[in-house]
């Protein structure tokens, strides 16, 4: 089942999934990693594995239409089953959301719809909010705002910081973008009129 992962960052989602096909419990393969900085890490953990890496530089394109032409171009030619952001952060046009509507997957770190956007976990702190958490979502034209399929919560205890909840939430990570990747790539995952679905059940 092949995928394109598109990170900025460390990658450790793409580790997570680096391992669990590597072990044998994710029935995938990882075409290309992409990624919109050169000095991202995960550009490391892909050519560990021996992925095929590429990067693509948002700054040197004149527009965000052009660069997603490029990245789409790039995707393509792998011709994967899904598309896979783990930490990219760029946000994309919808005709590049459009071509890839039910067959791309985001994390993101809030329990949406709370805190779209950035610095999740400080706002969720601010907000003197008992528990935090993240999401894995279709992609839709707007941000933050596709279908949910799974989520997992963390409590926030009296002495948190953005920190130490951002370390809490990135194990949770590890755990349901995996899963997520494995429903779909079992065909388990549907998406209709801006709702998930698995196996037929509204999520
Ligand atoms: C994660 O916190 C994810 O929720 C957000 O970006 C971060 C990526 O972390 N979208 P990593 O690069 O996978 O370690």
Redesign the pocket.
Known sequence: FPIVVL?S??????QALIDQSLQGKLDITISAVVSNKADAF?LERARKAGIPTHVLDHKSFASREEFDQSLQEVIDQYQPKLVVL??FMRILTDSFTRHYEGRML????SLLPKYKGLNTHQRAIDASDKEHG?SVHFVSAELDAGAVIVQARTQIEAQETAESL?TK??QL?HVIYPLAVKWFSEGRLTVNHGKAFLDGQPL
């Open positions: 990170i960052g460390s990658g450790s989602n793409l995960g783990a930490g985001n994390i993101h770190p993240v951002a939430v990135h990570e």
